[in-house]
């Protein structure tokens, strides 16, 4: 069994800043990618940044140069520095990883069940 529990979204006014947290825990053996992803109402769920185990990092146009993801390895945690935010990053945001439960097992995408970030103009 596998869990991802996110933390720190809530009610930002614009230019504010916040950060969230995502913790994996369970029977891991490995994890590749993390990440982080949203979906505003009627919209399609959208990647906002993305971090290889080795640190390598991908972040979506509408939040390069304002959002930052990291990730502490030994502690299967995944975080999103968001800053200067805008009322359109508004959304439920939703860690993503990419992992492995065992040596021989192929990975597989587990999800959190999302945090709200609201910015208010």
């Known amino acids: 069994q596998v869990q991802l529990v996110e933390s720190g979204g809530g009610l930002v006014q614009a230019g504010g800043s916040l950060r969230l947290s995502c913790a994996a825990s369970?029977?891991?053996?490995?994890?590749?990618?993390m990440g982080w992803y949203r979906q505003a109402p009627a919209n399609q769920r959208e990647l906002v940044a993305a971090?290889?185990?080795?640190?390598?990092?991908n972040h979506a146009d509408s939040v390069k140069g304002r959002f930052t993801i990291s990730r502490d390895n030994a502690k299967n945690t995944v975080y999103l520095q968001m800053n200067s935010l805008e009322p359109t990053d508004t959304a439920v945001y939703y860690c993503?990883?990419?992992?492995?439960?065992?040596?021989?097992?192929?990975?597989?995408?587990?999800w959190g069940q999302g945090t709200q970030v609201t910015v208010s103009a």
């Open positions: 993503n990883a990419v992992l492995t439960t065992a040596r021989w097992v192929l990975p597989m995408n587990y």
């Open positions: 369970g029977s891991i053996f490995s994890i590749n990618t």
């Open positions: 971090i290889t185990r080795d640190g390598s990092t």
